[in-house]
């Protein structure tokens, strides 16, 4: 095996981190683009109701890019 191949297991937990990674920023730019419309529409208080979970959401999102990122250096 060349060491500089990854396993099937390891491509396979890459993907799985990308691909949450990827609904989750998906699911935050649907809700950031929802909040938006709120405010133009001057509805402040239903803009910041509709991301009150959106620091969680990033956080959450840049951990699986480390971990990703993590089994791509290993």
């Known amino acids: 095996m060349n060491i ?4 099937k297991v390891k491509i ?6 990308l ?3 990827n609904d989750l920023l998906t699911s935050a730019a649907g809700r950031s683009g ?13 803009a910041i109701g509709a991301v009150p979970d959106l620091n ?7 951990a699986l890019y480390n971990a990703a990122l993590a089994l791509h250096r290993t």
């Open 12 to 17: 396979a937990a890459i993907a799985a981190n």
């Open 56 to 62: 969680s959401i990033l956080d959450d999102a840049k």
């Open 4 to 7: 500089n191949s990854p396993s």
């Open 34 to 46: 929802q909040a938006h419309e709120f405010a133009q529409n001057g509805d402040c208080n239903s």
């Open 19 to 21: 691909a949450t990674m």
